[in-house]
């Protein structure tokens, strides 16, 4: 622990870590303006911090590259150590495969003292998470309703997981027929993963099974495409590609994907129903 | 199909499905903002239309009660066909266990030609979901970072669902060792379901095992909680309350609840490492 960057006399820092949604800035919260406009130092991956500059407003900037995550998590957590405001950004929502988790781990692992702003007053610094809309809502919201009965999020980075972690997980998925949400399916290294996920998925799913892709939902460069688990692999996916296969009940209706809210077939919702009531 | 409710010469008409997020007005993206100004009519569950209310300029309102989903759908979806701008709003996000499903199943069901906005021309109108934060981010964001790696969501609601399918679900999470959100934990008629979830996941999650409680994240009555697998079904919970299970790799930091990014413990981020370089 660094005693010499303590903070000393002027209050408590504030790091918050601030989720900017998926397009930049019609989805960014009120409530996360709020946190960039109260900054005093703002940090993030440089593409992120560029979006976000036309609102600064003569703010510090730490931006870091694509790979210097933790480097960016130490830099942010030292400036709040110094007394400092600090807005961490994170794209789509912090929480899911974003920077709040490793903002939250360098905190556990030198032992501060840190608590939601308005509770303690003795801390290290106060902490708090503002959330985003995430990729894969975002991903949803442009495929039209894939995601309205229950799913699973899986990343198909083995950089922090094993393979094996991950193919049982996609395994187990399948066998429960869960929509199943596939986070950065591939980069320039790993360009056999999804193959390999599209044999392991056709086990228990049908060829015809509804996929989406969803590149750069709601930016620059936005490609939206509905089609097969057994074509899934012709399509060009990279690391900012979100991949929604859908369950057995998912189907696709003009350009939308929607996945029905219930298996009883009872309620008002079965598509005979529908037909009889609509 | 009822002709007679067709759209004639103004143009086809516009529905709009509008995420409210969890909070509102902080986390209400500009984006449905727009949306909401921009609509004619404003459908919507009731208490979610009430919050909205001074947002409003003018616009028709049509609030339903909790169980009137599938009326207030169809009013929107009739609306549209008469060629108005219509927003029905949605809590969190829409795609997730809310209305956009509904809204696209009632179209399929009736055949109605439908298409996102600044696309197609010959359409009986245009329809648009625009996502908001979804409640499990929000609680995500309150509990610190447990939704850090893969996770599932379940809906605990056997209305549309059995709970045989529910529990075997579950029962595959478990065994995949994924974080476990919990959608509509229990109802007053539905008050023994969370005491069998806890026994089925303590078959393979360690009674230790973090869990956290959210009930109406970001708004009044707000509630977190962070207890154990062992103690989950201990807590008040009830329809508004989201319950997030840790993995084998969850602990407690403080008043935070973190799922480590990484199974490998190299890179940068295993304890041990950050140890030496924090």
Known sequence: MQISQRNSGRGPGRLTVVSTGPGFPEYLAPKARVALDAAQVVAG???YVDLIRPLLQGQEVVATGMKAEMERCRAAVDLALKGRR???ISGG???????????????????????PPDTEKEVDFHLEVIPGIPALAAAAALL???????????SLSDLLTPWETITRRLELAAQGDFVIVLYNPQSKRRNWQLGAVRDLLLKHY????????????MRAGQDVAITTLGKMSDHE??????IIVGNSQTYVYGPYMITPRGYLGKYEVSSEQLEKIC
Do not use: N, S
Not at 93 to 115: N, S
Not at 237 to 242: F, L
């Open 93 to 115: 929502d912090a929480g899911i495969y974003g920077m709040a988790g490793l903002v939250l781990e360098i905190c556990a692992a030198r032992r501060l003292k840190i608590a």
């Open 86 to 88: 600090v807005a961490l």
């Open 206 to 217: 049908a060829p015809e099974t509804p996929v989406g892709l969803v590149r750069r939902a």
């Open 237 to 242: 996916v990279d690391m900012q590609t979100i």
């Open 45 to 47: 991956y440089r593409t």
């Open 144 to 154: 039209g309703a894939p995601l309205m009965h229950d799913f699973v999020a899986v």
